[in-house]
Nanobody
Framework: QVQLVESGGGLVQAGGSLRLACAAS????????MGWFRQAPGKEREFVAA????????VYGDSMRGRVTISRDNAANTVYLQMNSLKPEDTAVYYC???????????????????WGQGIQVTVSS
């Protein structure tokens, strides 16, 4: 199994920045891809970004493209999401997720991922 724990969320003013971290533990050698999603109240969970765990490409969703950067530190078993120019509509619970089956589902698909963190709140004030 893989355990995921998010950190770095909180309250920020519009235009500000936050960096989220997702620390993985357990069978981290089995991870193929890592993703970030978000879910606002009353809305579906939405894809933000993903990266290959062992290196390679990154993929970004339309919702925050150009304002976020996903990165990883394999030595620390951690994936980061740097978020800039935040807007009130970015307010949501942010989740990280891990794919351990090398699923062929799209990076933006929820079913690609086998493990999920508990989520962390990000609130952007106007």
């Amino acid at each position: 199994q893989v355990q995921l724990v998010e950190s770095g969320g909180g309250l920020v003013q519009a235009g500000g920045s936050l960096r989220l971290a997702c620390a993985a533990s357990g069978r981290t050698f089995s991870i193929y891809d890592m993703g970030w999603f978000r879910q606002a109240p009353g809305k579906e969970r939405e894809f933000v970004a993903a990266t290959r765990w062992s290196g390679g490409g990154t993929v970004y969703g339309d919702s925050m493209r150009g304002r976020v950067t996903i990165s990883r530190d394999n030595a620390a078993n951690t994936v980061y999401l740097q978020m800039n120019s935040l807007k009130p509509e970015d307010t949501a619970v942010y989740y990280c997720a891990a794919d351990v089956d090398n699923s062929r589902s799209a990076y933006s698909s929820l079913r690609k991922y086998d493990y999920w963190g508990q989520g962390i709140q990000v609130t952007v004030s106007s």
